[in-house]
C-alpha cells in the first residue's frame, strides 16, 4: 500500500493550484484513515504472541505434533490474521502450517501440525510468519514469530540381548561365563568351606547359624568399560554404499551404546565424521555411565555426519589416549583394510580389547576376520540386521577375552 502517499500528495498539490475543498476533504480522510488503518496495524502486530510446544526429542520413525497457540493481547481486535509455518523436508509428515483467521480482543487460538522423523539429525523448527492489517486493507504488515527451536531425531536402536562382546577387565556388573572372574560384590550363596579358602570370605553368619564353616560363592561378572569409534570417512566406504552403509554404522552403534549402558556399563563415543552444529571432526565424549549420558550420545549421533576427515587408523591412538587398561575399544568401520587392523593390532599390545565391527558387505570377510584373529583382534560383519542376530549368537573367540 505503498502507493497510496503518494497518490495522497498528488492530491494535495492538485488541491493547492485547484484551490477546491472537496479535493482538500478527500485528502483529509484519507490521510486520517491511513494513518489509523497503520497505527492499528502495528498495534495488533505487537500484540500477537506466537507459542509453540512439540516434543523436541524423538526417535526415528517417531512424530512429533507442534501446537502453535496465537493470542491476541490487545483490547482492540485483529480483523485478519494470516500465520504460516513450513518445517524441514526431512520432517514434512504434511506441508506445514498455513491459516488465515480473525481474532478477538485477549482471543487465543490453537493449531497444529506434524512433524515426521524420517531420518536422524537435528532440524529447525521454525520461526513462522505472520502478517495482519485493518478492516479496509489499507495496511498490511509482517512479522516473525520467535526464534527457531531444534528438534533432535535420534538414529534408530536396535534392540541387542547378548552380543559378543568380550573385556579383559577382572571385575563388573555384566554376567561372565568364566568363573575366574569372580567379583567379590556379586555374591551368590554359600557353600561348606574347603582348605585354602581364604577367611575373609566366610560369611560369618550363616556359619554361627549352621554351625559349620561357610563360605560365600560370588557370581562370575566382567566390566566394559568402551569406547565406540565411528568410522564416517567417506572415501573409506564404497561410493555406490555410502549412505546406506554410514547411516548403518551409526545404527549400530547407537544400538550398540544403548545396549551397553543398559547393563550399566561406562561408554564413550568418538568419530571422525562432522559435527553438524560445531563442524568438529575427530571428537571423543569420555565414557560416562546413566541415562542421560545415554541420551547425550545419542544426539551426538543424530548430529554427525560423513566428512573427508582422517583415517580411522591414524586417528585411533588419540581417540584412545585416557582410557585404562583392558577398557574395550569398538571400532565400527566399513570392512577393516589393513592400516585398521594394524592400528587396532597396536591397541592391542598396549593393554587394551579392540573389536572391529564392519558395516558394509564384503565377500571376502572370512580373510579379514582371519587376519584380525592373527593380529589379535576380534572382527564381525554386521552388514545388516540379519548379521546383527548372529552376532548376539556366536560363541566365545579363542583368545578374544570373555563374553558376557
Not at 564353616?213 to 566390566?223: G, R
Request: aromatic share 6%; net charge positive; with cysteine.
Amino acid at each position: 500500500m505503498y502507493q497510496l502517499p503518494v497518490a495522497l500528495l498528488l492530491l494535495l498539490a492538485i488541491a493547492i493550484l485547484l484551490r477546491m475543498d472537496i479535493i482538500f476533504y478527500v485528502v483529509y480522510v484519507l490521510a486520517g484513515s491511513y494513518g489509523l488503518a497503520r497505527w492499528w496495524a502495528a498495534r495488533n502486530l505487537k500484540s500477537l504472541r506466537i507459542e509453540r510446544r512439540f516434543t523436541d526429542r524423538i526417535f526415528t520413525g517417531e512424530n512429533s505434533t507442534v501446537t502453535v497457540r496465537l493470542v491476541n493481547r490487545s483490547l482492540l481486535p485483529a480483523p485478519w490474521v494470516r500465520y504460516d509455518e513450513t518445517a524441514a523436508p526431512e520432517l514434512a509428515g504434511a506441508p506445514g502450517l498455513t491459516s488465515a483467521l480473525a481474532l478477538g480482543p485477549r482471543e487465543a487460538i490453537e493449531m497444529e501440525y506434524q512433524l515426521v522423523g524420517r531420518r536422524r539429525g537435528v532440524y529447525p523448527v521454525g520461526p513462522g510468519r505472520i502478517a495482519t492489517g485493518d478492516l479496509f486493507g489499507i495496511a498490511d504488515l509482517k512479522g516473525a514469530s520467535e526464534e527457531a527451536r531444534r528438534l533432535v531425531v535420534y538414529p534408530r536402536v536396535i534392540p541387542l540381548t547378548r552380543p559378543a562382546l568380550t573385556s579383559r577387565a577382572p571385575y563388573g556388573s555384566m554376567p561372565s561365563r568364566q568363573p575366574i572372574y569372580a567379583d567379590p560384590a556379586r555374591v551368590g550363596g554359600v557353600r561348606e568351606y574347603a582348605p585354602g579358602d581364604p577367611v575373609r570370605s566366610i560369611h560369618w553368619p550363616t556359619s554361627a547359624r549352621t554351625a559349620r564353616l561357610q563360605v560365600k560363592k560370588n557370581d562370575p561378572a566382567v566390566s566394559l568399560p568402551t569406547a565406540l569409534l565411528l568410522d564416517l570417512r567417506a572415501t573409506a566406504y564404497s561410493r555406490q554404499l555410502l549412505h546406506n552403509s554410514t547411516e548403518w554404522a551409526v545404527v549400530v552403534a547407537a544400538s550398540v551404546a544403548t545396549y551397553l549402558i543398559e547393563a550399566r556399563q561406562e561408554v564413550g563415543l568418538g568419530s571422525n565424521g562432522r559435527d553438524t552444529l560445531t563442524g568438529a571432526t575427530c571428537w571423543t565424549i569420555e565414557p560416562r555411565q546413566g541415562r542421560g549420558h545415554l541420551m547425550k550420545l545419542l544426539e551426538w549421533l543424530a548430529r554427525v555426519e560423513v566428512a573427508e576427515a582422517e583415517a580411522l587408523a591414524s586417528w585411533l591412538p588419540r581417540a584412545v589416549t585416557g582410557l585404562t587398561w583392558g577398557a574395550t575399544v569398538i571400532a565400527v568401520s566399513a570392512t577393516g583394510d589393513d592400516e585398521t587392523c594394524a592400528s587396532l593390532h597396536r591397541l592391542r599390545r598396549a593393554g587394551l580389547n579392540p573389536i572391529l565391527l564392519a558395516v558394509e558387505p564384503h565377500a571376502r570377510f572370512e580373510l579379514v576376520r582371519e587376519r584380525c584373529r592373527r593380529l589379535g583382534v576380534v572382527a564381525h560383519l554386521v552388514a545388516d540386521e540379519a548379521d546383527l542376530r548372529r552376532w548376539q549368537t556366536t560363541g566365545i573367540h579363542a583368545g578374544s577375552g570373555v563374553r558376557p
